[in-house]
């Protein structure tokens, strides 16, 4: 397993993969704020997002598409829930988008949604290709008792079915003191005379910093860090992830005019925080909107049609210590999921570190790290996730083999450095993953893959590879995390 990020001296760039090249030609969306084709290895599937009417028992989604050509066999696709029971019952219940997936019924040709209705009400329209093409039509109902935690006005559902906005950005850094909430359904005010002075703006309220005492983590103590009857053999030199082994691992995705691409790895902290690396997405030209980043969870490999969860991002927050020049000191990005997520076999929280175990790790301790990015054959990305082991080593070592960097400290007293000995390890993709240590049989995030070595274009694992410490950085954590 070779994977990981960045590169040292004259090669000091992020080794983010271009879009791939698309044998197939993706139609215009016209309704982007419900329906987009995802990718992967040229298999595309449709995607829709919505919200149900909470005054109907029964929601009736109708969908049209139009083909050019003609259908080969009686097949004209499917339209099926994209979660599973549980987890569309608690999104019924709190108001939030309900997920489908739609299945195309030729491969290599995909057709252009010309239709979008819920209930009779018409949110979507395109006009249709030309002759010789084929209408495609799909429905479902989607039947519940689930009662709402709310009650949905019906003329704002429209509206309400858009995608969260961006929050305000501050240069590099969302100010989370000055973040709008996400509000799932807004309700319009009643009108009010205008005040005579100008109102005060509010602040949200800080959340809890989650403590041995605290709420949230008492909550998350007790599932953290705990794998499922799939456990992880702690082998050496690379080993594939079977799914439910480190079911806190998360892939991120940006989304692009072909669809979804890979870029980086993150690791689920809360039900609604994964934790990546802040050079993932602010780095010399490049600043990644949390509207354009997808999060895919409860899955060992990037096939995204495959079981498991694909969620949006409402807030990305990036540690105000974080500099692209010393960036290994706090590379450290936050990402609140749109919709919390359930629990369970295949999607859990890893723990976070606390006082109880070791601040200063000797040279030796045996730590792990696993990513989807590049491989020794060359492959840009690896379709099953890999794990290894990687051995601490102390600043001093990682100084002495580190080749210059040209004036760039990027070993601090706030990042850890480890290596391999069979020269196995993170590369280019595995930007933002975790490095975990396991004690008594409960997995820790220690560190955020930060940086690495590249010699002639390769990675070169021989080197140390460093990693933010986020150990150095727990305060900060427990203030900023949504549980």
């Known amino acids: 397993m070779k994977h990981f990020l960045l590169v040292f001296g004259i090669f000091l760039k992020l080794l983010l993969l271009p879009w791939p090249s698309s044998a197939q030609q993706v139609p215009p969306v016209a309704c982007p704020e419900y329906f987009e084709y995802l990718a992967y290895n040229q298999e595309y599937v449709g995607r829709i997002s919505i919200r149900h009417d909470a005054q109907y028992q029964e929601n009736t989604l109708r969908l049209e598409f139009s083909q050019p050509g003609f259908l080969s066999s009686n097949y004209g696709g499917s339209l099926t829930l994209w979660d599973g029971e549980e987890v569309t019952k608690s999104n019924l219940r709190y108001g939030r988008p309900i997920q489908y997936r739609v299945d195309f019924p030729t491969p290599g ?41 709310f009650t949905q006005n019906p003329q704002i559902l429209q509206e309400t079915n858009r995608r969260p906005q961006r929050p305000i950005w501050e240069g590099n850094v969302v100010q989370p003191q000055k973040a ?53 053999p702690l082998l050496h030199f690379g080993s594939q992830v079977r799914r439910g082994q480190l ?50 969870l409860g899955r060992n490999t990037l096939d995204l049609v495959s079981d498991g969860l694909l969620g949006e991002v409402s807030v990305l927050m990036v540690h105000e210590e974080y500099s692209p020049r010393n960036y290994s000191n706090a590379d450290i990005a936050l990402l609140k999921l749109s919709s919390p997520v359930s629990f369970g076999e295949y999607i859990k929280p890893i723990c976070l570190w606390n006082e109880n175990f070791l601040l200063q790790l000797p040279s030796g301790y045996k730590s792990y790290v696993a990513g989807w990015g590049s491989d020794e054959h060359g492959n840009p990305n690896t ?44 590369c280019s993709g595995d930007s933002g993953g975790g490095l975990m240590l396991q004690e008594n049989n409960v997995w820790l995030l220690r560190g955020v893959v930060s940086a690495g070595q590249v010699f002639t274009n390769r990675c070169d694992l021989t080197q140390p590879v460093i990693y933010t410490d986020l150990a150095r950085h727990i305060s900060w954590l427990r203030q900023h995390i949504w549980i």
Not at 124 to 137: D, F, I
Not at 211 to 231: A, D, H, K, Y
Request: proline share 13%; net charge positive.
């Open 180 to 232: 709008i909430p996400q509000v799932s359904n807004p309700v319009p005010a009643p009108p009010r005379q205008a005040p005579t002075q100008p109102a005060p703006r509010p602040r949200p309220r800080p959340q809890p910093a989650p403590s041995s005492g605290g709420q949230g983590l008492g909550q998350l103590s007790t599932i953290c860090g705990r794998e499922g009857p799939v456990t992880s």
């Open 109 to 149: 040709v995909l057709p252009k949604l010309t239709l979008l209705m819920l209930n009779d009400v018409v949110l979507c329209r395109a006009s249709p290709y030309p002759p010789s093409s084929v209408t495609l039509t799909l429905s479902h109902s989607l039947r519940s008792t689930t009662v709402p935690l």
């Open 247 to 296: 079911p806190w691992m998360a892939a991120l995705y940006e989304r692009g005019p072909d669809g979804l691409r890979f870029f980086c790895g993150g690791t689920l902290i809360s039900a609604s925080t994964v934790l990546s690396a802040a050079h993932c997405f602010v780095y010399a030209e490049r600043n990644l909107p949390p509207s354009r980043v997808g999060v895919s």
């Open 383 to 426: 379709r099953v996730a890999k794990m290894t082991d990687t051995d601490i080593i102390t600043e001093a070592e990682c100084l002495r083999n580190l080749r210059s960097t040209e004036g760039i400290r990027l070993v601090t007293p706030n990042t850890l450095c480890a290596s391999n000995k069979q020269a196995a390890g993170p």
